[in-house]
């Protein structure tokens, strides 16, 4: 079992920066592929970017790339999404999820939403213009 809290949200205007941090506990192996979902109102949650436990191999959606920087802090086990340059359309609740996910598998376009079977609570995010 893996146990997710999310924190650091919160409103901000158009181009202003939030980081958002995940702290997870239980069985924590290099196995486990971290992620951070995003629902916008009304919409489908949508993965933003995967970062895998203990490596720095990396993946964004196209609509954060550039601007978001995942990043994992080893020695307390806490998983951050770092938002610049956010914008209205980056509002959404932020999920962090965790799958147990074969090498090589740990990249947006190869892993499946109903892979990542350990969620979070969500944090909101708010974005004004």
């Known amino acids: 079992q893996v146990q997710l809290v999310e924190s650091g949200g919160g409103s901000v205007q158009a181009g202003g920066s939030l980081r958002l941090s995940c702290a997870t506990s239980?069985?924590?192996?290099?196995?486990?592929?971290m992620a951070w979902f995003r629902q916008p109102p009304g919409q489908e949650r949508e993965g933003v970017a995967t970062i895998r436990i203990n490596s720095v191999t990396t993946s964004y959606a196209d609509s954060v790339q550039g601007r978001f920087t995942i990043s994992t802090n080893n020695r307390n086990n806490t998983v951050y999404l770092r938002m610049n340059s956010l914008k209205p359309e980056d509002t959404a609740m932020y999920y962090c999820?965790?799958?147990?996910?074969?090498?090589?598998?740990?990249?947006?376009?190869?892993?499946?939403?109903?892979?990542?079977?350990?969620w979070g609570q969500g944090t909101q995010v708010t974005v004004s213009s």
């Open positions: 999820a965790a799958a147990d996910a074969a090498l090589g598998t740990c990249h947006l376009r190869i892993i499946k939403t109903g892979a990542f079977n350990y």
């Open positions: 239980g069985y924590i192996t290099n196995r486990l592929c």
